[in-house]
């Protein structure tokens, strides 16, 4: 339960960040998301409910381990594009000066 608090915060403050028209995707995306998630932690209740264990102290630390990896794959992809979109731009405005300034 706390782990799907947790999970509402980051995602809360993630829409914080976002611009509006991104916001407005992911209220369109969300509708079809949350029907497959909700499919999906049903069929993960299911498995703990089968094994009526709790997980391990290292099981937990990887699966933490593992959604901070991915989630600075995911900043640093962002990262990446945006160095890649602004080297474009200024290559663009490098050309366009070179070519209407006879330089």
Do not use: C
Not at 54 to 61: G, K, N
């Amino acid at each position: 339960m706390d782990e799907k608090k947790l999970s509402r915060r980051k995602k809360a403050q993630e829409n914080e960040q976002l611009p509006w028209w991104k916001k407005i995707i992911r209220k369109f995306q969300h509708t079809s998301d949350s029907a497959q998630l909700e499919s999906s932690e049903s069929d993960q209740q299911q498995d703990i409910s089968e094994t009526n264990q709790p997980l391990s102290r290292s099981r937990t630390r990887f699966n933490r381990e593992t959604t901070n990896e991915d989630e600075k794959r995911k900043r640093l992809g962002r990262r990446l594009n945006l160095v890649i979109l602004v080297l474009v731009v200024l290559i663009v405005l490098v050309y366009l000066f070179m070519r209407f300034v006879n330089f």
